[in-house]
């Protein structure tokens, strides 16, 4: 038996490194809020979500209009919502969802496909080991510790040797309401919680700062 699968956004105005991220236009007049709207509207009709929502605070006015007429439905966040650190208090209106497992998307990594969404969607729900999932993309390099020791550079000196190591883009994150709650954290960090769902680098773009919305703005093809 499938496991059921909600699927829900946060969307926010406020951002330390680039404020007013999701409501920026890119050269063509597209903004990010603009494209998790398309996202999401897509993702539903390629994956049977239980549930579906796109949160937003009432006096963020920008989002507010931005989602209303979406086919996905609204819902209202809180003061702790927005300005909390704890999950548990940013995911506070998924309490009353009546769904245990739940499928966040990140709007500031725009690029990720619906099409991959789905996969990963589709996956969660057919797997009987798997608990928790989260986006990575895989990173052949060198990587070294805060102590300066290495992590994975091989003793042979040869790129080729390292390995491979798998770096989060927050694409998107897969997670069981009850550890959230009460964990605070997404995940147990157990055998399969999370398992790590392989995308594309160029799906992989989050726009934090300045730098990141050019690049992004490069893609969408305003260079």
């Not at 995911?91 to 966040?104: A, G, K, L, T």
Request: net charge negative; glycine share 4%; with cysteine.
């Amino acid at each position: 038996m499938s496991k059921k699968l909600a699927l829900i956004s946060t969307v926010r105005l406020g951002s330390s490194r680039l404020p007013e991220k999701m409501v920026k236009e890119f050269s063509d007049g597209t903004r990010m809020v603009d494209l998790l709207v398309d996202r999401m509207e897509e993702l539903v009709n390629l994956f049977p979500f239980k549930h579906s929502a796109i949160a937003v605070h009432p006096g963020e006015l920008e989002l507010v209009n931005a989602v209303i007429h979406s086919t996905v439905p609204m819902v209202l966040r809180d003061n702790k919502s927005c300005k909390s650190s704890k999950l548990k208090d940013i995911f506070n209106f998924i309490r009353d969802i009546p769904c245990d497992n739940f499928m966040w998307i990140n709007g500031s990594v725009p690029f990720c496909k619906p099409e991959t969404l789905a996969r990963a969607a589709k996956l969660f729900s057919l797997s009987k080991t798997i608990k928790g999932m989260t986006a990575v993309v895989r990173d052949k390099n060198w990587f070294w510790g805060p102590d300066h020791y290495s992590i994975n550079v091989p003793k042979t000196g040869k790129t080729q040797d390292s390995g491979e190591i798998y770096r989060s883009c927050h694409a998107f994150h897969i997670f069981d309401k009850r550890v959230l709650f009460e964990q605070d954290r997404y995940w147990e960090f157990v055998d399969q919680d999370p398992h790590l769902f392989e995308i594309d680098e160029d799906e992989a773009i989050d726009v934090d700062d300045e730098a990141d919305f050019e690049l992004a703005n490069m893609v969408m093809g305003g260079a």
